[in-house]
C-alpha cells in the first residue's frame, strides 16, 4: 500500500492499491506452495512463505524508486529472522523445558516411553496422543522438564534412544 501511495505521489493519478493486490495476489500463490503438512501432521514452511512475501513487497518498492521504505523493511526482516532466530536458538539451548512431537508404534510403546522418561530423570509436564489416520501409529506431543545434568542436545538424544520411538522432533 505504501509503495502505491509512493506511485501516486511522483507519477501521478493511479489507483494506489492495484500493485499491491497483484502481488499478495501472486505471491500469495507461490508463498502457499512452500506450506506443507509432513505426514506426522506437522507443518512446515510458514516463515519461507512469509519471506517471499516480504521481499517481493521490498522489491516492489525498490522498481518503484521507494528505497527508504526498502531499505526500512530489509533491515526490519534482517533484525526479525536473522538476529531473533539465533536468540531463539539460544535461549531453547539454554532451557530445561521440552516441547516434543513423537510417532509411536503402539500404545505400549507409550507406556514404556513413560518409564524411560522417568528413569532418565525426565518430569513429564503434558501429553496429547492422536491415532494417525494413515495407520496404527500413534502421534504424541510431550511438554516435558528435565534436570541440569542434560544439556538440551543430550536431552533430545536421549529420549531419541527410547524403544518404539519413530520419529522424534522438537515442536
Known amino acids: 500500500m505504501m509503495t502505491g501511495q509512493f506511485v501516486y505521489l511522483y507519477v501521478g493519478s493511479t489507483d494506489v492499491s492495484r500493485i499491491g493486490a ?31 512475501w516480504a521481499t517481493a513487497c521490498m522489491g516492489l518498492a525498490l522498481g518503484a524508486g521507494f528505497y527508504l521504505g526498502a531499505l526500512t523493511v530489509c533491515l526490519m526482516m534482517y533484525a526479525t529472522m536473522g538476529l531473533m532466530d539465533k536468540v531463539q536458538t539460544d535461549y531453547v539451548s539454554r532451557s530445561h523445558y521440552m516441547d516434543l512431537y513423537i510417532v509411536f508404534r503402539s500404545f505400549q510403546d507409550v507406556v514404556n516411553f513413560f518409564r ?56
Open 116 to 171: 524411560f522418561a522417568r528413569k532418565a530423570d525426565f518430569k513429564i509436564r503434558d501429553f496429547e496422543t492422536t491415532r494417525l489416520s494413515d495407520c496404527n501409529e500413534l502421534g504424541t506431543v510431550f511438554s516435558l522438564t528435565f534436570n541440569k545434568k542434560y544439556t538440551h542436545e543430550e536431552a533430545y538424544a536421549c529420549l531419541a534412544k527410547a524403544e518404539g520411538v519413530l520419529l522424534i522432533e522438537e515442536v
Open 22 to 52: 497483484q502481488v499478495v495476489s501472486g505471491i500469495g500463490f507461490l508463498g502457499a506452495g512452500t506450506i506443507l503438512m509432513t505426514g506426522y501432521h506437522k507443518i512446515r514452511g510458514l516463515t519461507t512463505a512469509a519471506g517471499l
